[in-house]
């Protein structure tokens, strides 16, 4: 499974960004994806995760009520609609497939990232 990520970019706090990342691979219908974040100096940090199938997803407390987490089997692509933007929520933005869970470690494939800086 490859991945590539997009929508990142530079938006002021209170606004909203949608990230994509399209897969390709024919095992995507089947595999949870997940959504990472890692900022500058600090460790990469689960933000979001959703079940091969859709029906299921989790987030991190500090996202939830705020982002939202889709996926599109017809394009093979999955999205983190982020709103209410805050400084706080600067990263890197990685998504990833594997088990679905909150461990980075459990996941197989890694997209290459993309930036997402807020402004004030």
């Known amino acids: 499974v490859q991945l590539v990520e997009s929508g990142g970019g530079l938006v002021q706090a209170g606004g909203s960004l949608r990230l994509s990342c399209t897969a390709s691979?024919?095992?995507?219908?089947?595999?949870?994806m997940g959504w990472f974040r890692q900022a500058p100096g600090k460790e990469r940090e689960f933000v979001a995760a959703?079940?091969?199938?859709?029906?299921?997803?989790g987030y991190a407390d500090s996202v939830k009520g705020r982002f939202t987490i889709s996926r599109d089997h017809a394009k093979d692509t999955v999205y983190l609609q982020m709103n209410s933007l805050k400084l706080g929520d600067t990263a890197v933005y990685y998504c990833?497939?594997?088990?679905?869970?909150?461990?980075?470690?459990?996941?197989?494939?890694w997209g290459q990232g993309t930036q997402v800086t807020v402004l004030s």
């Open positions: 990833a497939a594997g088990l679905g869970s909150a461990r980075a470690d459990e996941y197989d494939y």
């Open positions: 691979g024919r095992t995507f219908r089947t595999t949870a």
């Open positions: 959703i079940s091969a199938s859709g029906y299921s997803t």
